[in-house]
């Protein structure tokens, strides 16, 4: 992996953290099983495993709920600054997702 894309894996993860910790302490959405699987995995696999799941997760919802769309994995993963760390499928479905639910870019 270029040095370039480490950097970007890294900021990446950081808005993971960064969303829960948001969401957690704003919202008192705690996405315990999302930061273990960040924490575990690094952003860039945890997202990678969320988005290839067959059905949206249950969190997914839960952002919609909130009107917190904005702050989901689909959403970080649909970045054009993070389009390098994801596969065209993976961008496909992130993107198919948010449409599903309404959200507006």
Known sequence: MSNDLV?????????????????????GYRATYFLQMVEEHGGVEAARRLIQ???P???LTRLWELKRLDLSVEAYVSRAEYAPLFTEDELMIASSRLKAYG???
Not at 14 to 26: G, P
């Open 57 to 59: 997760g249950e969190g």
């Open 7 to 27: 950097v970007l894996s890294a900021r990446f993860h950081n808005d993971m953290v960064e969303s829960y910790h948001l969401l957690s302490q704003r919202y």
């Open 53 to 55: 799941s067959v059905q």
């Open 103 to 105: 959200y507006q870019w």
